[in-house]
């Protein structure tokens, strides 16, 4: 090891992340050249693809490397926030309705087939542009895209570097959610903690929220797939020990480090449209269902972070200013107050980090603090973390019917299938609020408000 590893984590999670050997992942990580401060997992860790799904780590431009590993097969992976100035009481009558057309109008599933279908000349510009491409085409507004991380748009792309494979996956699937862990979720703001950051993000008790759960889609898994073994012969080639193959990397500098950097951020851009697309879905959805005009909707973007993903950054470390290839892996970014890098409004408190839980649960909005940029590169937890593997939780589901046992709880939910709902059960993931408290105890994250769910639509 070149470094420490560092997990954050309460006692109680301690006994998951041993047994699922996710410590040995972070210990792995540690070992990699140019990394700079310890190799971090945040408390929703669990084992995954060479870094820990949680993971964080960051490595210096000149010296270090960029990992396949590091950033994972749905590149750019992330969660949106959308507020409505609507309360629970007006929306819950319409429930059922509402659920049911936002799971005929947004495709879900392996391999399902997008609301719009782009030639490649088209997907090019996806990729270069990101959520602009799909505000020009009349997904949301000019203002959705201030509160993107990243403007929605990552300038440091090479459609050249993209496969023709990858090409072809992501030409269908624009305006999908995908599979797995992917949802679209209607909630309500149920609890506030701290009324600054609540202010600062227009949040107020009992507004109705929305969440877009999804990533790059095949577009981003084939780049990933594309590069692994371009990795594993440019790890050979520049000497670098890997203590697992599956962490496969090249000096970020080098031409093939340079080559999956540039085609990678064609993934991020895709998924930043992907998610414009489907807001702009959903949008004419609720519209529609609860009959009110644009005003009475009130609809605005809060916030939508990027998990599964390595940028180059600027950072201080041990009082040095040092440019970075962070990587986060399952993990979020959490800029702290006065940071350039988030928006105007939310600069007094820091950014919003958006942490969704199980589909029965909660979620939670946290802010970024100056800690987490002095102790985590500005980074903290994504979600709940699965705590049982989807054949395991599929074996545990047998014989329920997930569906409605959730209908008893007053949650209306729809699946691609039994088995999307069988994996994704809830008791499959961590509690969000122990992660949530263990981000806040170690101030990398403070808590802002909690989110309870109201219905779901699951890939």
């Not at 006994?15 to 990580?29: F, I, K, S, T």
């Not at 980090?353 to 199980?358: I, T």
């Amino acid at each position: 090891m070149r470094t420490t590893a560092r997990i954050y984590a309460d006692e109680d999670m301690l006994e998951a992340v041993y047994a699922d050997n996710g410590h040995l992942q972070v210990c792995n990580v540690a070992c990699l050249p140019g990394i700079v401060g310890p190799a971090m997992a945040m408390p929703d860790i669990h084992w995954g693809y060479g870094f820990p799904i949680g993971g964080v780590a960051a490595f210096d431009v000149e010296k270090g490397i960029i990992s396949p590993g590091g950033v994972g097969y749905d590149i750019n992976c992330g969660v949106r926030l959308i507020t409505v100035e609507l309360d629970r009481v007006k929306v819950q009558s319409r429930l059922q309705e509402l659920v049911t057309e936002l799971f005929r109008v947004v495709p879900t599933g392996v391999g399902s087939a997008g609301a719009l279908k782009v030639d490649e000349r088209d997907l090019k510009r996806v990729a270069l542009q990101g959520a602009r491409w799909a505000v020009e085409h009349g997904y949301g507004g000019e203002e959705d895209l201030h509160f993107i991380e990243e403007g929605g748009m990552i300038k440091e792309t090479e459609f050249e570097e993209v496969s023709s494979r990858a090409v072809k996956r992501g030409l269908e699937q624009l305006g999908t959610l995908g599979s797995g862990n992917h949802f679209l979720e209607l909630g309500y703001v149920d609890e506030i903690y701290d009324p600054e950051g609540a202010s600062a993000f227009g949040l107020r008790k009992d507004q109705v929220t929305l969440m877009v759960h999804c990533g790059s889609r095949g577009f981003g898994y084939q780049v990933c797939d594309d590069f692994l073994e371009v990795m594993l012969r440019a790890s050979a080639k520049y000497g670098i020990k890997l203590p697992d193959r599956q962490l496969a990397c090249a000096p970020f500098a080098s031409e093939e480090g340079q080559r999956y950097f540039h085609a990678m951020n064609c993934a991020i851009n895709y998924a930043f449209a992907n998610r414009q697309v489907i807001s702009g879905i959903v949008y004419k959805a609720l519209l529609k269902v609860l009959s009110v005009s644009p005003q009475e909707l009130g609809w605005r973007v809060v916030y939508e972070v990027a998990h599964n993903i390595a940028k180059r950054e600027n950072h201080h470390w041990k009082g040095k200013k040092q440019n970075l290839c962070v990587h986060r892996k399952g993990a979020t970014r959490a800029f702290g107050p006065g940071s350039a890098e988030i928006p105007e409004p939310y600069r007094a408190v820091g950014q919003p980090v958006l942490v969704p839980g199980d589909m029965k649960r909660c979620s939670y909005v946290l802010r970024g603090t100056d800690i987490a940029m002095q102790m985590s590169f500005g980074s903290a937890c994504h979600g709940a973390g699965r705590l049982m593997s989807r054949k395991k939780a599929e074996l545990s589901a047998r014989g329920r019917n997930i569906e409605r046992e959730l209908e008893k709880e007053g949650l209306i939910v729809r699946g691609k299938s039994k088995k999307t709902l069988a994996e994704e059960l809830p008791e499959a993931y961590k509690d969000v609020s122990s992660v949530a408290d263990v981000c806040d105890l170690a101030g990398i994250a403070c808590k802002v408000v909690r989110i309870r769910p109201l219905g779901c639509i699951k890939g």
